[in-house]
């Protein structure tokens, strides 16, 4: 009892029938019918635990809103995360004391939560329990990290968010910008050095096709219909996806992270480029049949940055069967006249220009 009545002396609290009526309301029971009455009593213990576990201590050490008690897997059975804390990028800071817990350079506070309801901390903490009151109150208690691919790991402890090989790390920066880590964490915060000073604070992820979900969490950087997996590997070569058996977030097919591509050698790798054999002709196009082409309907219901349009997914059509698919082949019927000749009027014939690096990354890869 002095230890619950303790914790809503912080919270202002004086009169024990206020008391007592707040943490029946705060432990989940309602009066109905002038019973007080709980929908689901599996939840009294852990609303009771997060009461005990408030009253002197902070709920969220590394301040990233994601409680302790949540970034600790509790291996030991002691609900304390101090001891055999996990410890998700073996950094030997554990993830309850890490602002980066698995090490891509992307914010736990950031990843934890969904791009587009994401809520930045206020900085304000007026109950001193640790966990800023912007995750408290109406937004519940403490971010619940979310989890884009559905596989094992939520995405803050996951380096492959979107399971399509290709590492968060590399997938939330710029292409032509990208900085690799340094493997050096100076202050001791879970970050590495790389991404703080002059870079900023962590890195803010890129979204090249402007829908709601950032690269890395993006089924379909480029929304061209051809998910991120087969585009960043060569056709010849592509490895299907075969599992996570090790649970560590990456598919074992990827383990080493893929390296993403680019056919026509203009610095925008295929996942990213709109037109990936700089014809001229948009990959949505060239890798479907002309008969049957299927346009993107700009719906996307299960938010996995994939058009529904091509839920079945796009399996690029290969018009005259050599070893590349019409939206990597520069002549994809094989009569010696390129596509970008083909696909124009001789007399409206505009050929491409001498485009810059720089230019092709604003033009997403298009001349």
């Known amino acids: 009892m002095e230890l619950i009545t303790s914790f809503f002396k912080k919270s202002g609290t004086k009169d024990f029938i206020t008391l007592y009526l707040s943490i029946a309301v705060f432990v989940g029971f309602s009066m109905v019918e002038g019973n007080w009455v709980h929908a689901n009593p599996k939840l009294i213990s852990d609303k009771l635990d997060i009461l005990i576990e408030y009253d002197g201590l902070d709920l969220d050490q590394d301040d990233d809103g994601i409680l302790d008690r949540v970034e600790d897997a509790n291996t030991d059975g002691d609900n304390n995360p101090s001891t055999n804390p996990t410890d998700t990028d073996g950094d030997g800071i554990a993830d309850y004391l890490d602002i980066d817990s698995d090490n891509d350079g992307i914010l736990d506070n950031y990843e934890g939560q969904r791009t587009s309801d994401y809520v930045a901390p206020s900085g304000v903490d007026a109950n001193g329990n640790g966990l800023d009151d912007v995750y408290e109150g109406s937004y519940g208690f403490g971010i619940v990290p979310i989890n884009s691919d559905g596989a094992a790991l939520a995405d803050y402890v996951d380096p492959d968010s979107d399971v399509d090989g290709i590492r968060d790390n590399v997938e939330s920066q710029p292409y032509l910008g990208y900085v690799a880590p340094s493997g050096v964490d100076a202050n001791g915060n879970g970050l590495d050095d790389a991404y703080e000073g002059s870079f900023g604070f962590g890195i803010i992820p890129i979204n ?16 061209d219909g051809i998910k991120d997996k087969v585009e960043a590997q060569t056709s010849e070569g592509y490895v299907p ?26 610095s925008i790798p295929d996942f990213l480029d709109i037109d990936t054999d700089n014809d001229g002709i948009l990959d949505n196009i060239e890798s479907q049949s002309t008969g049957e082409y299927v346009a993107p309907s700009g719906v996307d219901g299960n938010r996995n940055g994939l058009d529904d349009a091509y839920a079945s997914i796009i399996d690029p059509m290969n018009s005259d ?6 939206f990597r082949d520069i002549d994809s019927d094989n009569d010696g006249i390129p596509d970008n000749v083909e696909a124009q009027t001789t007399a409206g014939y505009i050929a491409p220009n001498d485009d810059d690096a720089a230019t092709y990354a604003s033009n997403d890869g298009l001349n």
Request: glycine share 10%; hydrophobic share 10%.
């Open 208 to 223: 090249s096709d402007s829908d709601p979900y950032p690269d890395f969490r993006d089924f379909d950087s480029d929304d």
């Open 241 to 266: 996806p075969s599992g996570d058996s090790d649970q560590n977030g990456i598919d074992d097919s990827y383990e080493d992270g893929l390296n993403p591509i680019d056919t026509d050698g203009d």
């Open 321 to 326: 069967g050599d070893t590349k698919p019409d």
